[in-house]
């Protein structure tokens, strides 16, 4: 089964950081498009980062610049770096798979107005203060 576990969140003033981790199990990180999502109350969930297979990145234009993705394959876990923290961010968030490559799809799924990506975990709650 894939397990997707997260881990990091936290309060935090604004202009701080945090980093997020995503524990992934269950299926070979080779094909699988991974990223990030998020959820405010009240709010759409939101794709916020997507990294394909050979380490290319893509970010939604809300964090870009502040937020970077990155996979750590020997550990099977996923990050989220996140700087410059605005109340703006305060969400749930969530990491993601799907296993279609970002390429044929995947970036879609998880960056996409309406992200639907198949995997996704329980989330971890993010809360920037101003």
């Known amino acids: 089964d894939v397990q997707l576990v997260e881990s990091g969140g936290g309060s935090v003033q604004s202009g701080g950081s945090l980093r997020l981790s995503c524990t992934v199990s269950g299926f070979t990180r080779d094909t699988y498009c991974m990223g990030w999502l998020r959820q405010a109350p009240g709010e759409e969930r939101e794709g916020v980062a997507a990294i394909d297979s050979d380490g290319t990145t893509k970010y939604a234009d809300s964090v870009k610049g502040r937020a970077t993705v990155l996979v750590d394959n020997a550990k099977n876990t996923l990050y989220l770096q996140m700087n410059n923290l605005k109340p703006e961010d305060t969400a749930m968030y969530y990491c993601?798979?799907?296993?279609?490559?970002?390429?044929?799809?995947?970036?879609?799924?998880?960056?996409?107005?309406?992200?639907?990506?198949?995997?996704w975990g329980l989330g971890t709650q993010v809360t920037v203060s101003s």
């Open positions: 993601a798979a799907d296993p279609r490559a970002c390429a044929s799809g995947g970036y879609y799924l998880i960056l996409g107005p309406i992200p639907a990506p198949e995997y």
